[in-house]
């Protein structure tokens, strides 16, 4: 369960170009659930979920994983939890260039220590669930679009996170790509993963799968 | 003043100490006065943001403070050759009456800057800020005196002129003139201070380590090690400085640290002050192994603490033993 309890976040503060990005956020979210957060461009989504998933930190206000209040702790102890805890998907798959599709999804798991063979072995597994095994020793400049988005999703999951978060996983893939994203985000929940994605796209949160759609407009969560 | 570089780095580290604490003590008291870790409101994050940049200019702060006491020395007695009757350190120190009261605030605020760290660590441990309030408490006393250190500093450096006459050490500690605490721990008869010092050592180890074996008796060793600081200190000028410089008369505790004695003070008082430092802070920790986001690891700290603390003391007290019994003096 992850609790929001009246987040604030303000940009530039007490500058001519202070912003307020969320403005008192009150929020459940559900384990084993899917849920999106949906509003325009410039609503909060993505801020919100930057603070949810220990990204950024609010200006005021507190988080709570399981009972567990985050939104204070120290940044060592932060990272810890970001690492194990959450798996990030982004807008752009923000892969590294110049190494390989495998060496990329190994790339999170390094700092746990984790055996090099068995790792490996992990993300190969995980490649192959997601139809590219083959190219796990490509660059990932010679992936397409696509491609690079699940390698990305893999990468999301090499540390077995509870909680999947998708900024606007969607935003540059064919229909038919976001019906196979969706497939994959439909097999986390089956899994009993929390999933919570920001999307404008209907493709999205009108999908039979997603179990809640948030609506944010203004910094504000609309009730 | 004299413009010599190492007065320029004392001057330039004790201004830099003076700022740094100064500010963090300016946040310090807004984290003791509005600190509650329940809150969510802004001023509780900013606090929680501040806290930990502080700290870490803090720990760099309290790191140049330790040293600028080995520094402080060092210039004293690189000085020595511009002040007429000045042998070393001793002479330099007493040409104001600033030099030795600076010096004996930078030997306090040393063990305080260390004490400081040593909460600081412990606090960075555990994910609720669980000793924030006793670390800003902490800082809020050492302020003042480092402050105090640092004018007292100024007006020491300041004011000082190359054509005073000073006395040297010989005279400042000599068992022959009765004047002057120098004088007066010089007189103190050498071979019960010897046994003072070795029958007190071995009360301290055998604390420290029954400590670290079964846990109990932490208190017992933090007085201890501050005891045996103390009279480690006294040792120094009654006995230890007899063998080293092979002279029943010459008790100064500045000599050592010259380079015609392989700059042996330098490793006994570093030995020394990381021992009362780790010592005491066995003592400091002690209370709060209780706490539930450290009680995981503050013991096995302290445990460590007290071992270093031990193994110091041990260090200097083989030190010590090797001077007297290579030493061609016999009393």
Known sequence: MIELHGIRKVFNAGNPSEFTAINGANLQIAENQ?????????????????????????????????????????????????????????????????????????????????????????????????????????????????????????????????????????????????????????????????????????????????????????????? | MVLHPTVIANLLAAYIASFMLVYAAFYGAQILKYWNIQSGEELQLILERKTYLISTLLGYTFGLQLLSLFLYIFTADSLTPLFVGAMCAAGTLNVSHFGYSVLVLKILNFILAGLWLVLNYADNQGYDYPLIKKKYLLLAIIAPFIVIETLLESAYFLGMRADVITSCCGSLFSSENAAGLGSEIASLPALPMLWTFYGVMFCTLATGLYFYIKGKGGYCYAVLSLVMFIIALVSVVSFISLYIYELPTHHCPFCIIMEDYHYIGYLLYLLLFGAVVSGIGVGILLPFRQVDSLKFMLTGFIGKLALSSVLLYLAFTALVSYQIVFSNLIM
């Not at chain 1, 990272?79 to 190994?106: A, Y």
Request: charged share 25%; hydrophobic share 40%; net charge positive.
């Open chain 1, 34 to 223: 899917i849920t999106v957060l949906k509003g325009p461009s410039g609503s909060g989504k993505t801020t919100l979920l930057s603070i949810v998933g220990c990204m950024s930190r609010p200006t005021a206000g507190r988080v709570h994983l399981n009972g567990r209040e985050i939104t204070s702790l120290p940044e060592r102890f932060l990272t810890d939890i970001r690492r194990k805890t959450f798996g990030f998907i982004f807008q752009q798959p923000n892969l590294i260039k110049g190494i390989s599709v495998l060496e990329n999804v190994m790339l999170p798991a390094y700092p746990l220590g984790e055996k090099r063979s068995q790792l490996r072995i992990k993300a190969l597994a995980g490649l192959d669930e997601l139809n590219i095994g083959n190219k796990s020793h490509s660059n990932v400049e010679w992936l397409s679009g696509g491609e690079a988005q699940r390698a990305s999703i893999v990468r999301a999951l090499i540390n077995n996170p509870s909680i999947i978060i998708a900024d606007e996983p969607t935003a540059h893939l064919d229909s038919k790509l976001s019906y196979r994203f969706m497939e994959i985000i439909e097999k986390f929940k089956a899994e009993g993963k929390t999933v919570i994605i920001t999307s404008h796209d209907p493709l999205v949160y009108d999908a039979a799968i997603v179990d809640r759609v948030i609506t944010m407009r203004d910094g504000q969560i609309e009730v």
